[in-house]
């Protein structure tokens, strides 16, 4: 299928002529729309000066596409996600439009640094990380592919916190993304919805005598819609993130104040304001937290709503609902959408029992994005009853009826319905979110074959011997329009002149620069690209301590959440490990190696911050010790966020993926490395399995235990004092940090992390430890052959076409959606000079 380009021209006056606009629409924002004038006008100002006016260029598209919906006879997904960790959206707007080149022009003409201007903007950080990118990266594909999608979420205050660093320790400060004003999004303050809370059921009699069950809240809330129009890639479809946002109802105001108590109003308004004002930080433990379900429901609650509302638009009743709509709840975040729905169709559609679970579970499907227990979700029944007392009498008929089915299938076997019961009864009562959303929908996807097959014989294991073809795969995905053409313009460019552009919406297009492995002047300029992407890090960041960082070494970097399951740790032992034997021998042959982390830890997650504090000693010492920092040295970029990914992925040699074997669903990081030729040194985890297939076993650097061998380690009775009575080296990294050389000879500081090493060792970071550090041996020799090194880069990069988002989701439309591309029209046009007329 050939794109058309959405409207602009290729001529060179219809060139001039477009800049001449978009010159004058920046002087006309700062006037009209900010008020100021160009003197005294601010970056903050320009930027958004420019913003509004390439957002007035997406506007005439998006309204031809909500039409085009609105009128034609198309299925629309909604992805319904607690987090969408969106990333800065001007340059991914001007690359989508394809109007960059032409707004930098314009720019510098206005004596405008685009660029500038670009990185002024605060990047919306509604996401904790890889679940929240991911839907991000799918809303990207789902425009780009013409699918129909809506994204709904919540419009947090403040997103992700900011970190920096204090003496080495992570402390967090208050995300304010709002504050310089975002010209993103457009408040719907009239297609506002009302959710309640607490309260009482009761039962009444209807019109036709028959009687019915309603739930009478105690408490109601506003949700607002903020609607982000969501470009596709040079196409006309531009879907919409629909974020809500939590405000006191006026009636209820009015209530307090006719009673006199104005300050008890002003007091509810706050109350119903603090629902969206925080994201909450994952690996924080949450079930006590009613705050955080009702965060949940709030949002769920507002999103079908207004999905029915939509339907109402153009249909007559909800019967048809789910051939409409196909609802992907994004985790169990979302999963209180299933009573939610059913109290819809029953309680206020009045549809019987069995119709409205028909349509409920035709709508549903579920992903699940982890294994490791503690993050399955569960909420106390006695929570529920305060907060949702409806929801929680429907969960126990959802399943009530689905024990019967289960009884029926197996006959006697108390123990199968006590674990997949809805209700967790082994002591205080819960309900099991991961069970509702396998039971409320007609499909469930783990993120990776690895992953997949784990949650088919573990997790979820008795729910695939009941429903066999429930449980699917698919593989995670990754946008190249923002892991590649927006953040490594550079790689682009070659690419683009060396294939084509076809790749940008055809990843597997790719596959042609393989070839060019073998072609020394195109290996010779690929070289060049990431030698001066290194470069720019290395002006970004000043080395604190010691000598400036050397875009010639091997730059190392571990880019993720901070978690015991990611082995940090592990990174970290092999620096110290390096550290010795440059110490005893300084004549040792490696490569200069540059050690980069960037990372994130949950502010109450202990042990990760002291992880934290760890990396940022070791650096301290290693960087300012003359006899090794030229040859080592180590950067922690703070913050690291969706902007810093931007700098960070193009500009990596080597790629660490080493969680333990079992514990990463998929990684989607992983991924963004790889299409920018880095390459990885990984276990046998998540997606690596399948990286490491596409690109070839030669260009991927394995260590490390199997799943099948962590299992069996466990079962034979895991000892890590062995290994560190018995392993040398790193006994003596060990001993290292236990006897304070990072710590200014304090003993104590690192202890817990030492102590958890040695004693429990519960990610087993010493049983990988040699198989890594000789990993890593091979890694620094192929390193010092670099016509080796860039043929594998280049390899990994033409061979990475698999893990393009637009593949995940095509997946998804056949596989559980069964929704096709729509392509959009332009049947609207531009405002008429002659102005409008209304109807
Ligand atoms: N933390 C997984 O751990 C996976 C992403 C997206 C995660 C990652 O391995 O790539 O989801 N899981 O599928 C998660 O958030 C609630 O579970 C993640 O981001």
């Keep these: 299928m050939t794109k058309k380009k959405a409207n602009y021209g290729n001529s060179q006056t219809n060139e001039r002529k477009t800049i001449k606009k978009l010159k004058r629409g920046f002087a006309y924002k700062l006037f009209y729309q900010l008020g100021v004038w160009t003197q005294n006008a601010s970056l903050n100002d320009y930027y958004l000066a420019v913003s509004y006016t390439v957002r007035d260029r997406m506007q005439q598209l998006f309204i031809n596409t909500i039409r085009a919906f609105q009128q034609k006879d198309s299925k629309i997904v909604s992805y319904l996600s607690a987090e969408f960790l969106m990333g800065p959206h001007l340059h991914n707007n001007l690359i989508n439009l394809g109007i960059y080149d032409q707004v930098a022009q314009a720019a510098a003409e206005s004596g405008l640094d685009l660029q500038q201007i670009i990185d002024h903007e605060e990047e919306p950080g509604l996401g904790n990380g890889g679940l929240g990118r991911l839907a991000a990266c799918y809303l990207d594909s789902l425009a780009s592919l013409e699918i129909p999608a809506i994204g709904y979420g919540i419009r947090y205050e403040f997103g992700m916190f900011d970190q920096?660093?204090?003496?080495?320790?992570?402390?967090?400060?208050?995300?304010?993304?709002?504050?310089?004003?975002?010209?993103?999004?457009?408040?719907?303050?009239?297609?506002?919805?009302?959710?309640?809370?607490?309260?009482?059921?009761?039962?009444?009699?209807?019109?036709?005598?028959?009687?019915?069950?309603?739930?009478?809240?105690?408490?109601?809330?506003?949700?607002?819609?903020?609607?982000?129009?969501?470009?596709?890639?040079?196409?006309?479809?531009?879907?919409?993130?629909?974020?809500?946002?939590?405000?006191?109802?006026?009636?209820?105001?009015?209530?307090?104040?006719?009673?006199?108590?104005?300050?008890?109003?002003?007091?509810?308004?706050?109350?119903?304001?603090?629902?969206?004002?925080?994201?909450?930080?994952?690996?924080?433990?949450?079930?006590?937290?009613?705050?955080?379900?009702y965060q949940q429901y709030f949002f769920v609650s507002c999103s079908m709503q207004d999905m029915i509302r939509i339907h109402l638009f153009q249909f007559e009743n909800l019967d048809n609902f789910s051939d409409k709509f196909a609802v992907q709840l994004n985790d169990t975040h979302p999963a209180i959408a299933v009573p939610e729905f059913m109290r819809l169709l029953v309680d206020v559609h009045h549809y019987d029992w069995d119709s409205a679970w028909e349509i409920v579970t035709h709508t549903f499907a579920y992903t699940n994005h982890t294994l490791l227990p503690e993050a399955l979700e569960k909420w106390p029944v006695a929570m529920l009853a305060g907060l949702l007392p409806r929801h929680l009498e429907i969960i126990y008929e959802i399943n009530r009826r689905f024990l019967d089915l289960v009884r029926l299938e197996y006959p006697g076997d108390v123990d199968v319905v006590?674990?997949?019961?809805?209700?967790?009864?082994?002591?205080?009562?819960?309900?099991?979110?991961?069970?509702?959303?396998?039971?409320?929908?007609?499909?469930?996807?783990?993120?990776?074959?690895?992953?997949?097959?784990?949650?088919?014989?573990?997790?979820?294991?008795?729910?695939?011997?009941?429903?066999?073809?429930?449980?699917?795969?698919?593989?995670?995905?990754?946008?190249?329009?923002?892991?590649?053409?927006?953040?490594?313009?550079?790689?682009?460019?070659?690419?683009?002149?060396?294939i084509g552009e076809e790749w940008i919406t055809d990843l597997k297009k790719l596959q042609a620069l393989e070839p060019l492995a073998e072609d020394s002047a195109f290996c010779e300029k690929w070289q060049q690209i990431k030698f001066a992407n290194k470069q720019d890090i290395c002006t970004m960041f000043a080395c604190k301590q010691g000598p400036n960082y050397n875009p010639q070494a091997l730059f190392d970097v571990q880019v993720k959440r901070i978690h015991e399951y990611k082995r940090q740790h592990l990174n970290l032992l092999h620096i110290v490990t390096l550290y010795q034997r440059l110490k005893n021998n300084p004549e040792l042959d490696i490569p200069p190696r540059l050690f980069i982390f960037g990372g994130k830890a949950a502010p109450s997650y202990f042990m990760a911050k002291l992880i934290i504090k760890l990396i940022n000693s070791v650096a301290e010492v290693v960087n300012g010790d003359p006899a090794v920092n030229k040859r080592l040295q180590i950067l922690f970029i703070p913050n690291y966020n969706v902007q810093i990914g931007h700098i960070v992925y193009p500009m990596a040699d080597l790629s660490e993926q080493i969680s333990l074997a079992g514990k990463e669903a998929s990684g989607t990081g992983n991924m963004k490395f790889a299409m920018n030729g880095a390459l990885t040194v990984g276990t046998l985890d998540g997606a690596n399995v399948e990286i490491r297939e596409e690109v070839g076993a030669e260009n991927f650097f394995l260590f490390g235990m199997n799943v099948g061998e962590v299992e069996a380690r466990r079962a034979a009775g895991y000892n890590p004092q062995d290994i560190y009575n018995e392993n040398k080296e790193l006994h003596a990294a060990i001993n290292l940090i236990a006897t304070g050389h990072f710590s200014h000879g304090d003993r104590e500081l690192f202890r817990p992390v030492i102590d958890s090493l040695l004693k429990h060792d519960p990610f087993m970071v010493l049983a990988d430890y040699q198989a890594y550090v000789d990993c890593q041996q091979q890694v620094g020799e192929v390193f010092q052959d670099p016509q080796r090194w860039t043929r594998m880069a280049i390899l990994n990069a033409a061979r990475i076409g698999k893990f393009s988002s637009d593949r995940s989701i095509t997946e998804y439309c056949r596989k559980i959606w069964q929704v096709k591309p729509f392509p959009v029209a332009l049947t609207l046009q531009r405002v008429p000079d002659g102005g409008i007329k209304f109807p």
């Design 164 to 293: 920096a660093f204090d003496n080495g320790w992570q402390k967090e400060l208050s995300d304010r993304w709002l504050q310089p004003g975002n010209p993103w999004e457009f408040k719907k303050a009239d297609m506002a919805v009302e959710v309640g809370s607490g309260g009482y059921t009761e039962q009444y009699k209807d019109d036709h005598g028959k009687l019915r069950v309603r739930w009478v809240p105690g408490k109601l809330v506003k949700g607002i819609p903020y609607d982000t129009p969501i470009l596709g890639y040079r196409v006309n479809t531009v879907n919409m993130l629909r974020l809500w946002s939590a405000e006191a109802p006026k009636s209820f105001d009015f209530a307090e104040f006719n009673v006199g108590d104005y300050l008890g109003a002003v007091h509810e308004k706050m109350l119903a304001e603090t629902i969206s004002k925080v994201l909450y930080p994952n690996d924080e433990q949450s079930h006590g937290k009613a705050l955080r379900l």
């Design 418 to 498: 006590r674990r997949m019961s809805i209700i967790d009864e082994t002591g205080e009562r819960y309900v099991r979110m991961a069970n509702l959303a396998c039971v409320g929908g007609h499909a469930i996807n783990g993120v990776a074959q690895l992953h997949t097959k784990l949650l088919k014989e573990h997790t979820l294991v008795d729910f695939h011997r009941l429903w066999p073809d429930k449980l699917i795969n698919i593989t995670n995905g990754v946008t190249p329009r923002r892991w590649m053409v927006v953040s490594n313009p550079r790689l682009s460019q070659l690419i683009r002149s060396a």
